[in-house]
T-cell receptor
Framework: DAGVIQSPRHEVTEMGQEVTLRCKPI?????LFWYRQTMMRGLELLIY????????DSGMPEDRFSAKMPNASFSTLKIQPSEPRDSAVYFC??????????????FGEGSWLTVV | KQEVTQIPAALSVPEGENLVLNCSFT??????LQWFRQDPGKGLTSLLL?????REQTSGRLNASLDKSSGRSTLYIAASQPGDSATYLC???????????FGDGTTLTVKP
C-alpha cells in the first residue's frame, strides 16, 4: 500500500496568495483528517471527514481556510489569502472506519508551508 | 473536553537503558489510545494502538499499557538504541466523534 500521499511536500508562497494542499488517503479508508503542526501549538486537528462528509470543522482557524473531499480518494485544504502565521506543517491522515476502537490512524509525510 | 499531557517534554538516556514515556488524559471514556513516533522532518508513524478493552500491547522492544481508570498510558522501550531517538506522541480517540486528541510529545534522545 502506498500510504497517505500528500502534495506538495514543500511550498513557499507570498502573503496573500492562495495555497492548495492535496491528499490521497489510503484506499478503502473512509475517515480523513487534516492536522496542522507548529512548535507553538503542537498538533491541531483542523477538520475531519467521514465518507466524504465533513463531520467537525471546529478546528479550522478562520474563514480563510476551507477543505473539500469530492470523492473517497481525494481531499484538498485551501488557504486564501495566505498569511505568514499560516506557516506550518499540514498533515493529512486517514483511518478505516469511524470511531471504532481498533482503527489505526495513518499519517502522510506532511506539506511544509512557508508564507513570506 | 479531553486533554492529553505528556511529561517530560524531553528525555535523554544512554544507550541500552530501559525507559518509560508517560501519557495522561482527563476523560476515561475513550475508544483507543495510539502511540506514534515522529522523526525530524517526517510524518507520524504509528507504533502501537491499544483498544479501550485492552490493558497492553507489545511490538518488539516496545510495550504500551493503558489504565483508563487513572487516565494513564505508558510506553516502555527496552534496551534503547540511538535509532530510537525521535519524538513520541500519544493520541486518545474519543467515542462517537471519530477524532483524536494528541499530546505535545516527548522528545527522546538516546546517546551512544
Amino acid at each position: 500500500d502506498a500510504g497517505v500521499i500528500q502534495s506538495p511536500r514543500h511550498e513557499v508562497t507570498e502573503m496573500g496568495q492562495e495555497v492548495t494542499l492535496r491528499c490521497k488517503p489510503i484506499s478503502g479508508h473512509n475517515s480523513l483528517f487534516w492536522y496542522r503542526q507548529t512548535m507553538m501549538r503542537g498538533l491541531e486537528l483542523l477538520i475531519y471527514f467521514n465518507n466524504n462528509v465533513p463531520i467537525d470543522d471546529s478546528g479550522m482557524p478562520e474563514d480563510r481556510f476551507s477543505a473539500k473531499m469530492p470523492n473517497a480518494s481525494f481531499s484538498t485544504l485551501k488557504i486564501q489569502p495566505s498569511e505568514p502565521r499560516d506557516s506550518a506543517v499540514y498533515f493529512c491522515a486517514s483511518s478505516l472506519g469511524f470511531g471504532g476502537s481498533g482503527n489505526t490512524i495513518y499519517f502522510g509525510e506532511g506539506s511544509w508551508l512557508t508564507v513570506v | 473536553k479531553q486533554e492529553v499531557t505528556q511529561i517530560p517534554a524531553a528525555l535523554s538516556v544512554p544507550e541500552g537503558e530501559n525507559l518509560v514515556l508517560n501519557c495522561s488524559f482527563t476523560d476515561s471514556a475513550i475508544y483507543n489510545l495510539q502511540w506514534f513516533r515522529q522523526d525530524p522532518g517526517k510524518g507520524l508513524t504509528s507504533l502501537l494502538l491499544i483498544q479501550s478493552s485492552q490493558r497492553e500491547q507489545t511490538s518488539g522492544r516496545l510495550n504500551a499499557s493503558l489504565d483508563k481508570s487513572s487516565g494513564r498510558s505508558t510506553l516502555y522501550i527496552a534496551a534503547s538504541q540511538p535509532g530510537d531517538s525521535a519524538t513520541y506522541l500519544c493520541a486518545v480517540r474519543i467515542p462517537n466523534a471519530g477524532k483524536s486528541t494528541f499530546g505535545d510529545g516527548t522528545t527522546l534522545t538516546v546517546k551512544p
